[in-house]
């Protein structure tokens, strides 16, 4: 699948997106298709296209949600890839759910927009008022959509109305109750791959060297901030050897387990993917979250948008 999307891309990747989009459809739906019902706006996350990580899943969701109340249509999340998105998180206050008996599979029926990378509403403004409208999208729109709708949209307000976790994810998350029970502060280090630990896109591991040299840069750091703190320190990383070495310091915790990029590994068991969403709401809970990184590390978004969800504190640290 993601081969094919290399081919699709070299091959039609210089013709106007309009133009993309309609060669997609022809990849995804039939004239014979079932219509499915109603004519919601659908976030779709299905593995035919490269969809990012889970944060900018959430940013695609939420900003269609929030597109989907200015323009008064239903709103519903087609979420599969690599795994269903109840088993982590259900509806909340506002149900999102679409069934596969519900979703339409039909080329009339249906007008698709993969609007990943853009940073406009140009192509959202206009949209058939009968047909269900299927979205692949990574972007945060929010301040686009408030500034042109005149609207207050706040992203943790809208995530919250959205989702809470599953019964499966609480259960993860209440490991934890006894380090939750007081006031802590999180740190979240992003390496990708290079320590070597995390498959991701074609990213290369750092020299052996480097690699005690930027460990020793985080430890450093957690040290000094909780020198400054004075509270317990969660850990959370893609790595699970950072995650190892910071757990030695008597102050800090860290989330268990190994985890997944959820747009690059799509086989493995629900706990690796468990371990993202109890990153995400164990960051959510802190007081104030830090986002250290060296030079080679990934200015992630995904801690930055758990602070968004309570709107807590937030600080990047260059290391």
Request: some cysteine; proline content about 4%; hydrophobic content about 40%.
């Amino acid at each position: 699948m993601r081969k094919s999307e290399k081919i699709n891309k070299a091959l039609f990747g210089w013709l106007p997106v309009e133009m993309q989009d309609s060669i997609g459809k022809l990849r995804r739906y039939s004239a014979i298709g079932r219509k499915g019902e109603g004519n919601p706006i659908v976030m779709r996350v299905d593995g035919t296209t490269f969809h990012g990580g889970l944060a900018d899943r959430w940013k695609g969701i939420v900003s269609l949600f929030a597109l989907s109340k200015v323009l008064h249509r239903d709103f519903r999340i087609y979420y599969t890839y690599p795994f269903r998105l109840t088993e982590f998180q259900v509806p909340n206050l506002y149900d999102w759910r679409i069934s596969d008996t519900q979703i339409s599979r039909n080329l009339i029926n249906t007008k698709m927009l993969r609007l990943a990378g853009d940073a406009t509403l140009e192509r959202v403004q206009s949209l058939p008022e009968n047909k269900q409208i299927h979205a692949y999208a990574n972007r945060d729109w929010l301040d686009i959509i408030n500034s042109t709708y005149g609207t207050s949209f706040r992203w943790g307000e809208l995530f919250n109305q959205l989702f809470k976790p599953s019964e499966a994810l609480q259960e993860a998350l209440s490991e934890y109750g006894g380090h939750t029970s007081e006031p802590y502060i999180a740190v979240a280090f992003r390496m990708q791959n290079l320590l070597g630990d995390y498959q991701e896109y074609e990213y290369k591991p750092a020299s052996e060297e480097r690699q005690k040299e930027i460990i020793a840069a985080c430890i450093s750091f957690l040290k000094r901030l909780h020198e400054k703190e004075n509270m317990p320190v969660l850990v959370t990383s893609d790595s699970g050897r950072m995650s190892q070495e910071a757990s030695l310091l008597p102050f800090v915790f860290s989330t268990r387990g190994e985890a997944a990029h959820a747009d690059t590994v799509c086989d493995q068991a629900k706990e690796v993917y468990m371990k993202s969403f109890v990153d995400f709401y164990m960051l959510a809970g802190a007081e104030k979250i830090y986002a250290p990184a060296t030079k080679e590390m990934y200015r992630s978004d995904f801690p930055r948008y758990a602070a968004l969800v309570y709107d807590k504190e937030f600080a990047r640290v260059d290391l």
